[in-house]
Each structure stands twice: as structure tokens, then as C-alpha cells.
């Protein structure tokens, strides 16, 4: 069966300083990944989609960076966090079948 | 015209009682349309979904209600437990998108034991 991996499930970081979430899937190959962030809230923002390794697209225009170095791996990266980077941060896949699952989610608060 | 607009944002319902909630969209190209549900501090999880060539669909206490004519969708929570409050998002997703959903801003849902 497929899963999803993401971690870490909370991160407290300072202005200025640099992240990296990382989320694997298990069970399936060639995943459609997705990075969402979701405000307190508030609703799902896609920040960046990728159909293959290398291939990312970003949605929104921000502070922030992904990367899919294999084909099951999805990194979420910044340079340097702002206070406004600060929120609850989605990893997710889907294959041919539509439905999109996913992981547990990072809690990232920006201090 | 890539947009679904959902609502209310909120909602507060008795135990028992059924909770509707409405999604609209404008692009004609849809033809997938699930319903996510989420706990908070939880990832969405796939609840119920439906395509266009049906106009209902039932799953236990969750149904999907699809009007293609006026391009709006609805989920109806009969029985409504305190267990089922949790926010709810609809989505929606183009033919040819690879499957990347358009989402609603999501409802919050409270059922009052």
C-alpha cells in the first residue's frame, strides 16, 4: 500500500534562518508531489506541483524553493524565513486514480 | 474561471441534524469534484467524490448533490455526530491537469452534542 512520509511534525525556527521539509512516498512510482501551506483557518495554497524528477512548478511567487531530487522524494526548502512563512505545511501525491493523499503535515512557526 | 468558490465558512449544527455545505465553479472543463475532510492538526483526507455524469452519490451519511446546468455541488451530512465536526473543503480538477485539484477555501464544521 501507498503512504506518505513528511517530518518534521512541528518546527520553531528563527527569522532568517534556513528550512528543509522533506517528504517521501512509498508504494507507488511516479507521483504527482505537491507542497501546500495552509494559514490558521484558512484554506489550502498550492505552492509547487511536480509531474517528475526536476520538474517543479511553483504556483506562487514567495520565499521559498521545492526540489525533487528522486522520484519519490519532495523537499521543501528557504534560504531565509520570514515571519509570514510561518503555518501548517502539506505534502501530498496523486497517480492516475485522481485521489490525492496526504501526510501528516509540518507545523512551522517562525519566531 | 479556475476558481470554487465554497460556503458558508462556517457552520454550527445539532446533533442529528443534516449540514449542507455548497461549492460553485465556473470552468466547464471539471470533471472530478471530491470532498476532503480535515482534523485539525491533520493532513485532508479523501471523504466522497463525484464526476459530472452522475447527480448524486451516497456514501453512508454523505451524499454529493451535482447540478451540471448551474455548475454547483453540495455535500449533506445527515445524521450530522459530533465525530463529523472537522473543516470541510471541496475541489475540483480540469480534464486535462494531471489531476491538480482547484480547491474551495474550506468550511468549518461544528455539530453541537
Known amino acids: 500500500s501507498q503512504t506518505i512520509h513528511q517530518w518534521p511534525a512541528t518546527l520553531v525556527q528563527p527569522v532568517g534562518s534556513p528550512l528543509s521539509l522533506e517528504c517521501t512516498v512509498e508504494?507507488?512510482?511516479?507521483?504527482?508531489l505537491y507542497w501546500y501551506r495552509q494559514a490558521a483557518g484558512r484554506g489550502l495554497q498550492l505552492l509547487f506541483y511536480?509531474?517528475?524528477?526536476?520538474?517543479i512548478s511553483s504556483e506562487v511567487p514567495q520565499n521559498l524553493s521545492a526540489s525533487r531530487p528522486q522520484d519519490r522524494q519532495f523537499i521543501l526548502s528557504s534560504k531565509k524565513l520570514l515571519l509570514s512563512d510561518s503555518g501548517f505545511y502539506l505534502c501530498a501525491w496523486n497517480g492516475g486514480n485522481t485521489e490525492a493523499f496526504f501526510g501528516q503535515g509540518t507545523r512551522l512557526t517562525v519566531v | 474561471q479556475q476558481q470554487v468558490k465554497q460556503s458558508p465558512q462556517s457552520l454550527i449544527v445539532q446533533k442529528g441534524g443534516i449540514s449542507i455545505i455548497n461549492c460553485a465553479y465556473e470552468?466547464?472543463?471539471?470533471?472530478?469534484f471530491p470532498w476532503y475532510q480535515q482534523f485539525p492538526g491533520k493532513g485532508p483526507a479523501l471523504l466522497i467524490a463525484i464526476r459530472p455524469d452522475v447527480s448524486e452519490k451516497k456514501e453512508g451519511r454523505f451524499t454529493i448533490s451535482f447540478n451540471k446546468s448551474a455548475k454547483q455541488f453540495s455535500l449533506h451530512i445527515m445524521d450530522s455526530q459530533p465525530g463529523d465536526s472537522a473543516t470541510y473543503f471541496c475541489a475540483a480538477s480540469p480534464l486535462d491537469s494531471n489531476y491538480q485539484l482547484i480547491w474551495g477555501a474550506g468550511t468549518k464544521l461544528i455539530i453541537k452534542p
Open positions: 508504494g507507488t512510482s511516479n507521483p504527482n
Open positions: 470552468n466547464t472543463a471539471f470533471d472530478y
Open positions: 511536480s509531474v517528475g524528477i526536476g520538474q
